[in-house]
């Protein structure tokens, strides 16, 4: 079973910048997808992005795209959500999760990730 820890979270003003923090542990995520989604209150969650078990490609929901960008150390057990240019209503928990299937496709389904984290606050004023 893995853990994870989201870290980084804050609150910041609209058009700053923030990096989250995903480190795992328990079991070695290096052969897995690994994905970011938020939830803001009142709302469902949703996908913000997800990146490959080898960290060569990435995948963004249209919204953050070309704002935010996911990388990760697997040296480190250790993902990362860069978030540019944030805007107020970006205001959520952000979450990681790891896929549930070993070296499989990019998903933007939450149903395909098995373990998540407790979430980070992030609060984004105008």
């Known amino acids: 079973q893995v853990q994870l820890v989201e870290s980084g979270g804050g609150l910041v003003q609209a058009g700053d910048s923030l990096r989250l923090s995903c480190i795992t542990s328990g079991r070695t995520i290096s052969a897995y997808v690994m994905g970011w989604f938020r939830q803001a209150p009142g709302k469902k969650r949703e996908f913000v992005g997800a990146?490959?078990?080898?960290?060569?490609?990435?995948y963004y929901a249209d919204s953050v795209k070309d704002r935010f960008s996911i990388s990760r150390d697997n040296a480190k057990n250790t993902v990362y959500l860069q978030m540019n240019s944030l805007k107020p209503e970006e205001t959520a928990v952000y979450y990681c999760?790891?896929?549930?299937?070993?070296?499989?496709?990019?998903?933007?389904?939450?149903?395909?990730?098995?373990?998540w984290g407790q979430g980070t606050q992030v609060t984004v004023s105008s």
């Open positions: 990146i490959s078990w080898d960290g060569g490609s990435t």
């Open positions: 999760a790891v896929d549930r299937q070993l070296r499989g496709a990019l998903s933007t389904e939450s149903t395909r990730y098995a373990n």
